[in-house]
């Protein structure tokens, strides 16, 4: 099956959040990834 990712994700573009602020990053509530990311995993997410 192949999906484009705007239709199983909220994509949003922006700046990385500051690293001072650790409820930002010591959460599951978000997975973070960025473009790199996706390069690297090829097709499989």
Do not use: C, H
């Amino acid at each position: 099956m192949k999906y484009k990712l705007k239709d199983i994700f909220d994509l949003q573009m922006g700046k990385t959040p500051s690293r001072n602020i650790p409820n930002y990053w010591n959460t599951e509530e978000y997975k973070w990834i960025s473009i790199a990311d996706l390069s690297k995993a090829g097709n499989v997410f």
